[in-house]
């Protein structure tokens, strides 16, 4: 039997608001996740009981995100003062000068590879499913996205941010 949608919230929340942190960035994260969860609010009732329900949420936060990021590029919106600083995308004591800036300036299959692998946990077969390519493809887009962190930022250290 199928856990009432209220538990998935519980349950998965804070691993697909993670990932919109890491994919769109701390400013547009609250608004990709609300999104994810209002659309698998609507898909969950149709939602097969064999179904890996955190890997579905992520496709659909990943989705949600990119759709954010092409409106984001449509519209863009000038401002006369930069915007106050944060801590960094929502992790405790993070620091928009260390990881997760290096992060953030991965190319977009990098950054979301590892952002899928390394903070959601997803199996690289989930994220060649939700990126559109090969479990191998996958793979080599996290592989390379950690080499090119350790190159920009040496101390860079995903232990900490995995479940």
Request: charged share 25%; hydrophobic share 45%.
């Amino acid at each position: 039997m199928r856990p009432p949608f209220e538990a998935i919230v519980t349950e998965h929340g804070p691993t697909v608001l993670r990932v919109c942190r890491a994919v769109v960035g701390v400013h547009d994260a609250e608004d990709a996740w609300s999104e994810t969860f209002l659309a698998a609010m609507r898909a969950y009732p149709d939602l097969p009981e064999s179904a890996n329900v955190e890997a579905w949420l992520v496709t659909i936060a990943h989705r949600k995100a990119i759709d954010m990021v092409r409106a984001a590029g449509r519209n863009p919106l000038p401002v006369d003062e930069l915007p106050e600083e944060h801590s960094g995308h929502g992790v405790v004591g993070a620091d928009e000068t260390g990881v997760w800036a290096a992060v953030a300036a991965l190319p977009d299959k990098q950054r979301q590879a590892i952002a899928y692998h390394y903070v959601a946990g997803l199996s690289y077969a989930e994220i060649a499913q939700i990126l559109g390519g090969t479990t191998d493809a996958a793979r080599r887009a996290a592989a390379d996205g950690v080499k090119n962190l350790r190159r920009t930022y040496p101390g860079a250290t995903l232990k900490g941010v995995t479940r």
